[in-house]
């Protein structure tokens, strides 16, 4: 299992923000947090994690460990806890659940993970009718895809440049990462799996067809995102990236904001 360290120390903890009563606010009054610059390290790789100091020990959020280590965790409203998915990508969404009285408004393709393997599968399946080699899953490129899904959620700025401005190569520590991305309002599936659009609609494109097939390409990752459109529509963001054969991804970037 992959785990996370510092400089010398296992990090673990939650940051909280906490509302106290009288009594216990006066027993913590003089605990202050204060910003780490200790190094922190996943597998002997280093990682941008927001970590805090408090009375000597380090803490970091849950969710960045999640994001550092590429499995999901989310806050799951009907058990009222953190739930950890350790074979299930960082999404930091609970999966939808389906049930015999599913609203209109839910979207049709509910588990985030099998539509992301789907991707991948459709994709691959489109290679090798082209004689392009099958693309293997990355782990780092299924964390940087889900950070682009996720800030662009989050902003709604659907385009190849982050919310931020910087370039969408960025958002790992290799330029040589070619990206497909899709917007699809929930009304416009018309009855397809979110993975089956997206795949489809890359395909009719000249340029995201281009990356499907490339066949310097030899690795992917996807990433899915739930948002609204320009319209205020809910839909999905959807992402997959391509490495191209021979280069290695080290660091993967947190979420950019407008």
Not at 155 to 162: A, G, K, L, M, Q
Not at 238 to 247: D, P
């Amino acid at each position: 299992m992959n785990r996370a360290k510092n400089t010398g120390l296992v990090l673990c903890g939650l940051v909280l923000g906490l509302s106290l009563s009288a009594p216990a606010a006066q027993a913590v009054e003089s605990l202050k947090a204060t910003l780490s610059t200790n190094r922190i390290l996943v597998d002997g790789q280093e990682v941008r994690l927001t970590a805090y100091n408090i009375n000597g020990n380090n803490y970091v959020m849950l969710r960045d460990i999640g994001r550092a280590v590429g499995f999901n965790i989310y806050w799951d409203s009907d058990s009222k806890c953190v739930q950890v998915e350790s074979d299930k990508p960082y999404t930091g969404e609970a999966p939808v659940k389906s049930t015999t009285t599913k609203p209109v408004e839910q979207p049709a393709q509910t588990d985030v993970a099998a539509a992301k393997q789907d991707i991948i599968d459709r994709t691959n399946a489109l290679r090798r009718e082209n004689g392009a080699a099958a693309l293997r899953v990355n782990d780092k490129l299924m964390q940087a895809a889900q950070v682009r899904a996720d800030e662009m959620a989050s902003s709604s700025v659907y385009s190849h440049t982050r919310p931020d401005g910087r370039r969408n190569t960025s958002v790992t520590d290799c330029p040589y990462v070619g990206e497909n991305i899709h917007r699809i309002a929930d009304w416009a599936l018309q009855g397809k799996s979110v993975s089956e659009a997206a795949v489809w609609s890359w395909n009719l494109s000249g340029g995201h067809r281009d990356n499907l097939l490339e066949k310097n390409y030899a690795e992917t990752g996807v990433g899915l995102s739930r948002g609204v459109n320009d319209s205020g529509e809910a839909c999905w963001y959807c992402v997959q990236l391509f490495l191209w054969n021979g280069y290695s991804i080290s660091w993967v970037d947190t979420p950019a904001a407008k």
